[in-house]
């Protein structure tokens, strides 16, 4: 059995479950997700929890069951509390600012970088060099995180470039100088 999929997903108060066949959709305060699974895995609401179950033991299914779980944890806890990603930038003249509602970054190319937001999608910029992307869908906060992300990865050398706050960047060391 699944460790992870045999695991009931707990609703808080304030959200709102409804499972009509192989589509879950969850409302709550911070917005409305709706997914359809596999119609393979038996999704049922009991009380304040649903329970997702596997008709049996095939590989597909095993590798379905903690999947489908995980999936509708992700949007229970999205629309609950929902999710960000902090981004810091670092480099000399780098740096980003909020016009309207697109996140404008100049970060060392002749033109400026722009990214809009989506109406599931807030990005925040509480510092010159710190960008902040939240939402209630797990995979579209870490996407767009990852395209901001892209446009100036960091370098090992100096560090410059764009990078999550949690993320460890490893150094390397330059050129030997001749002689020495």
């Known amino acids: 059995m699944s460790r992870i999929g045999r695991l009931p997903v707990a609703i808080p108060a304030g959200v709102e479950v409804v499972v009509d066949g ?5 409302k709550g305060p911070k917005g409305t997700l709706s997914k359809t699974f596999n119609s393979n ?13 596997r008709p049996n033991d095939s590989k597909e299914n095993r590798s ?3 999947l489908t779980r995980t999936l509708i944890a992700n ?11 902090e981004l810091e930038i670092n480099g000399i003249g780098y740096r980003a600012e909020k016009k309207g509602k697109d996140l404008v970054m100049k970060i060392g190319y002749s033109h400026d970088v722009i990214f809009s937001e989506t109406d599931d999608l807030s990005i ?3 510092a010159p060099n710190k960008i902040i992307v939240s939402g209630a869908d797990k995979q579209k906060v ?12 960091p370098e090992p050398y100096k560090g410059k470039g764009i990078r999550y706050v949690d993320e460890y960047v490893r150094r390397k060391e330059g050129k030997a100088g001749k002689g020495k």
């Not at 870490?142 to 990865?153: D, K, M, N, S």
């Open 142 to 153: 870490g996407q767009l995180a990852a395209e901001i992300r892209e446009t100036r990865p």
């Open 41 to 53: 895995m038996s999704i049922v609401k009991d009380g304040e929890t649903i329970v997702v179950t």
């Open 22 to 26: 192989s589509t879950v959709t969850v």
């Open 124 to 126: 925040e910029v509480p």
């Open 75 to 85: 949007m229970v806890e999205g629309v609950a509390n929902g999710y960000k990603k």
């Open 64 to 66: 379905l069951h903690g």
